[in-house]
């Protein structure tokens, strides 16, 4: 029997690769291609493939082409990756591997909420240039988490991580701005989005790109929070005008922002976050340790296996309503 053949645009976890290889003939978008090398790889790639595990962002007319994919699978939450209204045009199943990273993510948070309230950063550098003595300044510059209010954007598998850590493990007030705030139960409060700048000492951008939620907070919302207020962005980059945020800073609107996502992706060398004081810069990383790495392959592999090898319908196919079509011939 013929194995399905699938792509990786970049590699899994080497448990979810074994798991992989037992039933399935895999390739790889080779090391060093990116951009219009790597586009151009998929899409020659297209005919002979059934399934594609993606975490890079896809061509848009992708799906358009002559393929055989039967199933298309996100190593991770966010879809705005994969062009998936064109996937469900052309009869292809799309899933992610929602909540397996919640809690890796909502780690990061925390860290960042801490390395900023205890100012970590400011003071190595202090110690490593020889100054002891700003140890005095410790009291001034320095806070406790312990009955700040936590202001989430967002309350999915992630923010629901999040609010949970700060209320029970940090005994703080929780406050949610979400599109579903039914959601939102005692003690955790809803609040709509400027209300949410307002009374937060943390606000924590944890929602999907969406064409509600891009540039959402802009310069009129960022009006509205405390100068001592810290801006976390894990969601995704565009959800924040950057020019805006910057703005804001510099005019003491915030203390800081803690940013892991970005309008573009890799930061470009003359953004000016590069260049704030108050701001700390990750490569998009917080969703990634060992055990979400692991978690989120393994439902990956797994998914595809249910959908290529035994035709099942699994929950974490975000465009279900391809399977009721009849059966789509490769193309």
């Known amino acids: 029997m013929t194995k399905p053949r699938v792509l990786l645009t970049d590699p899994l976890h080497p ?40 975490r890079r962002l896809l061509p848009p007319d992708l799906f358009d082409r002559p393929n055989s994919l039967r199933c298309v699978m996100r190593q991770g939450v966010g879809l705005d990756f994969i062009p998936v209204p064109r996937a469900t045009a052309n ?19 925390f860290a960042a909420l801490l390395a900023q309230a205890r100012q970590l950063a400011a003071f190595d550098q202090s110690v490593r240039a020889g100054d002891w ?11 406790e988490l ?16 999040i609010a949970a850590i700060a209320q029970q493990g940090f005994g703080m007030q929780v406050a949610v ?37 891009r540039g959402m907070v802009d310069a009129r919302v960022l009006a509205h929070a405390r100068p001592s207020a810290v801006l976390v962005n894990v969601g995704r980059g565009p959800v924040v005008r950057e ?6 800073l510099e005019r003491d609107q915030l203390a800081g922002a803690v ?22 810069l990750t490569p998009h990383l917080a969703g990634i340790t060992q055990e979400a790495e692991r978690a989120m392959g393994v439902l990956a592999v797994d998914t595809l296996a249910a959908v290529l090898l035994r035709g099942e319908r699994p929950p974490n196919i975000v465009n279900p309503e391809v399977f009721d079509r009849p059966a789509r011939a490769a193309q």
């Not at 009869?91 to 948070?109: D, K």
């Open 91 to 109: 009869g292809i199943p799309v899933g992610n591997t929602p909540a397996v990273n919640a809690n890796a993510v909502a780690e990061y948070v």
């Open 15 to 54: 448990d979810a690769h074994a798991r992989l290889s037992e039933w399935a003939d895999i390739e790889q978008i080779p090391d060093g291609l990116v951009r219009e090398g790597s586009d151009d790889f998929l899409r020659k790639a297209m005919p002979r493939i059934e399934g594609l595990v993606v």
């Open 259 to 280: 940013l892991d996502v970005f309008e573009s992706q890799p930061l470009p060398d003359d953004s000016a976050l590069r260049r704030h004081p108050g701001v700390l």
């Open 177 to 213: 701005c979400t599109g579903t705030p039914g959601k939102v139960t005692a003690p955790f409060t809803a609040l709509p989005l400027d209300a949410l700048f307002a009374a937060s000492d943390f606000v924590i951008v944890a929602c999907p790109l969406t064409p509600q939620t």
């Open 243 to 248: 020019e805006d945020l910057v703005q804001a």
């Open 146 to 161: 312990r009955g700040r209010t936590l202001g989430l954007i967002g309350f999915g598998a992630i923010g629901q991580r």
């Open 133 to 143: 003595a700003v140890r005095a300044q410790a009291g001034a510059r320095t806070f």
